[in-house]
């Protein structure tokens, strides 16, 4: 009787294990949709910048446009994600994904410490810099926002720990897990502080909420 239960008991430990890999496969694999879903919204904002498409640019006329910096950003971390957490791993896709890790998170930092200094190192108008002169939307600036460079220095580390090992232990979930021991909170407040300023564009919350996703 003893060796039934053992045996029940493992059983439905083993079917536990089984579906959640199940949940994580199905998991994984959304967020790499998103990502390439992210792609393909800041290579529209490019597109629009470079061949002066308004509609590519915001949705709505009276919204910010994302900031041309900002577009690559997306297309860095989305990039970064995939090439780290590919099924055929190899050291240069690791090497490569984590140099566009670093790119996001220094773009974010500078941007940053620019704002917050009055340094003028304008990290975000080396792009079409003349076109972001004069696409001024009345008072509102397109250049890029502080909390959007605030969740590109997230985004920068939380890829860069992707996958790193810490002792025996392979580290594979995000900078957010670590800043905040509590998923749930940590989502709820993200999304709370993304909400909060409404200088982002309707493509820069967008591709932001789906960025921090994937990761």
Same mark, same amino acid.
């Given at each position: 009787?003893?060796?039934?239960?053992?045996? *029940?008991? =493992?059983?439905?430990?083993?079917?536990?294990?089984?579906?959640?890999?199940?949940?994580?496969?199905?998991?994984?694999?959304?967020?790499?949709?998103?990502?390439?879903?992210?792609? !393909?919204? =800041?290579?529209?904002?490019?597109?629009?910048?470079? /061949?002066?498409?308004?509609?590519?640019?915001? %949705?709505?006329?009276?919204?910010?446009?994302?900031?041309?910096?900002?577009?690559?950003?997306? #297309? /860095?971390?989305?990039?970064?994600? %995939?090439?780290? !957490?590919?099924?055929?791993?190899?050291?240069?896709?690791?090497?490569?994904?984590?140099?566009?890790?670093? %790119?996001?998170?220094?773009?974010?930092?500078?941007? &940053?410490?620019?704002? *917050?200094?009055?340094?003028?190192?304008?990290?975000?108008?080396?792009?079409?810099?003349?076109? %972001?002169?004069?696409?001024? @939307?009345?008072? *509102?600036?397109?250049?890029?926002?502080?909390?959007?460079?605030?969740?590109?220095?997230? @985004?920068?580390?939380?890829?860069?720990?992707?996958?790193? !090992?810490?002792?025996?232990?392979?580290?594979?979930?995000?900078?957010?897990? &670590?800043?905040?021991?509590?998923?749930?909170?940590?989502?709820?407040? /993200?999304?709370?502080?993304?909400?909060? &300023?409404?200088?982002? @564009?309707?493509?820069?919350?967008? =591709?932001?909420?789906?960025?921090? /996703?994937? #990761?």
């Amino acid at each position: 009787m003893k060796m039934d239960d053992d045996n *029940i008991a =493992a059983n439905a430990e083993k079917n536990i294990f089984s579906g959640n890999d199940v949940v994580m496969k199905k998991i994984k694999q959304g967020a790499k949709y998103c990502a390439g879903i992210v792609i !393909t919204i =800041a290579f529209l904002v490019l597109t629009g910048w470079q /061949f002066d498409i308004e509609f590519l640019k915001r %949705l709505i006329p009276q919204l910010v446009v994302m900031n041309p910096v900002t577009a690559i950003s997306f #297309i /860095f971390c989305s990039l970064s994600l %995939l090439l780290l !957490t590919t099924k055929t791993r190899s050291p240069q896709k690791i090497l490569y994904g984590k140099i566009l890790a670093c %790119l996001v998170l220094l773009t974010g930092l500078l941007q &940053f410490v620019s704002t *917050i200094s009055g340094l003028n190192i304008r990290v975000d108008t080396i792009l079409f810099k003349d076109k %972001l002169i004069e696409d001024i @939307s009345g008072k *509102i600036s397109n250049r890029m926002a502080p909390n959007t460079a605030v969740c590109f220095i997230l @985004s920068g580390i939380a890829l860069y720990l992707l996958n790193t !090992t810490v002792g025996n232990q392979c580290r594979k979930n995000s900078i957010y897990d &670590f800043l905040l021991p509590d998923p749930e909170y940590n989502m709820n407040e /993200f999304n709370r502080l993304i909400n909060e &300023f409404a200088r982002k @564009s309707l493509g820069g919350k967008s =591709a932001t909420k789906l960025i921090s /996703f994937t #990761i």
